[in-house]
């Protein structure tokens, strides 16, 4: 069973930063394809963004141009760099391997003045 376990999230005001990160397990991760969703209340799950073994990338609309998705291969890492937040990108953000269809556990932002 592939671990994820995230970090990074909290509260931040409109406009600011966050830099959320994504620790795995696993041997393989450097051919892994790894993304961050997310949930806000009464909501369902989302994509936000997306990065594939060779380094391409995928992001929804509403994030393009704001959040950056990275990875390490020698940490087995993954990270999501969140800029310009909106009040609107408040939920549980959630790292994702989609090769294993694991699943972290969550980590908590909000956008709030």
């Known amino acids: 069973q592939v671990q994820l376990v995230e970090s990074g999230g909290g509260l931040v005001q409109p406009g600011g930063s966050l830099r959320l990160s994504c620790t795995t397990s696993?041997?393989?991760?450097?051919?892994?394809?790894m993304g961050w969703y997310r949930q806000a209340p009464g909501k369902q799950r989302e994509l936000v963004a997306r990065i594939f073994s060779g380094g391409g990338t995928n992001y929804a609309d509403s994030v393009k141009g704001r959040f950056t998705i990275s990875r390490d291969n020698d940490k087995k890492m993954v990270h999501l760099q969140m800029n310009s937040l909106k009040p609107e990108d408040t939920a549980v953000y959630y790292c994702?391997?989609?090769?294993?269809?694991?699943w972290g556990q969550g980590t908590q932002v909000t956008v709030s003045s």
């Open positions: 696993g041997s393989i991760f450097k051919i892994i394809t």
């Open positions: 994702h391997n989609f090769d294993f269809n694991s």
